[in-house]
DNA sequence: GGGACTGCATACGGTACCGTATGCATACGC
DNA sequence: GCGTATGCATACGGTACCGTATGCAGTCCC
């Protein structure tokens, strides 16, 4: 990537490019994230593009770079705050349409890429977390949270394909918060723990 | 396609395609399935599939098509089953790897198309139909029986997204199995119902 | 105001597909 | 055993990409 000190007016920035790769990303998948295709988007020739990258992989790993970043700025964000801010903040990240649909092409691109697996992988667990400290900030015992935040990943999974191929699906935000609510709600009046 | 009355030994026929077109949908999606390497995987030369098919629209249909069979096959061969009997077969379906692996493409493949995604969400309804005719038969009542229905099945499809991307994950059907029973156990001591 | 560098445009060769056209050996019907 | 249809091979033109090479107008820097 070319580094650049003075940017000239009119002029684009890689992060130009990014934007409108994560566009095509969260629209069409990453099978869809061509640099020529990305040119006529942003209405300049492809030999601009590699002014800027070096090449497509490049683009696509500063697109991956970005993701991670704003995922853990949010999930860092209010490590103190109350398990009522934080899993406000979860739904709210979660249940976004755009985010959803950038979500899900990321899982779809990690099912072809070891390396993007790991890295969606970690952040997925960082959220799994979150999910497990609410829990028992709100008083879930040490295994049970364990074992329910991880039920109730599975459901924002889940909750995510259903909502990102069912046109009928509703993307009110409450929708996924009161589904969640109501697991939690049953599994804190169940059992303790699923035993795995 | 062609129908042919006298298939001649040695010489492929369309299910030969499909199968080709499955392995490789199951294993890389859609896009992946090209009639050029399906022919060299099937060590003949594309004319063979232009004489077999109109074009790669139709075997992409076809493949459909034997899905959505083999799935109502299944759906429907228990029907008047007991309860356990149809959770065991519906278990034992969807946590095959190699079925789970087709599960998600389709579903990715769904994504982009409209038509497909109408005829996977048929299939989907079916068996959150099942999951609910489960539930009422185990003693859940009507509207409970429904909603938590759909929250198993989310779980379901949360499981298929995860296991197919990390490697670490084990495909033991017992694990959704216990999954599934122990949120069910939940499900049944808690709220009657998630209100929607 | 004359280099030098920047940020692109243009043109090129290459690959991987698509679908069509046509040739051709083999088996089948009779 | 001979025409005929079958099941494929081969070759072709076309599209959509990739990445590289090179040209070139503007801007900066002094």
Partial sequence: MATSATARVGSLHPDDWIRAAQARLAGQGVESVRVEVLARDLG????SFYWHFRDRGELLDSLLVRW??????????????S????????????????????????????????????????????????IEDVLRDIGFAETAAESWSEVALLICLGWLDLATRDKQFQFASRSLGDLLSEFILAASGGSSAPNR
Same sequence: chains 1, 2.
Avoid: C, H, Q, Y
């Fill in 44 to 47: 300049v020739s492809k030999g």
């Fill in 83 to 130: 398990a009522a801010t934080r899993w406000a903040r979860f739904l709210e990240r979660t249940a976004s349409p755009k985010r959803m649909r950038m979500e899900i092409a990321l899982r779809a691109w990690a099912r072809g890429d070891e390396g993007v697996a790991t890295r969606v992988a970690a952040i997925e667990k960082r959220k799994a977390r979150l």
């Fill in 68 to 81: 991670e970043d704003s995922e853990l700025d949010w999930l860092n964000r209010d490590d103190g705050a």
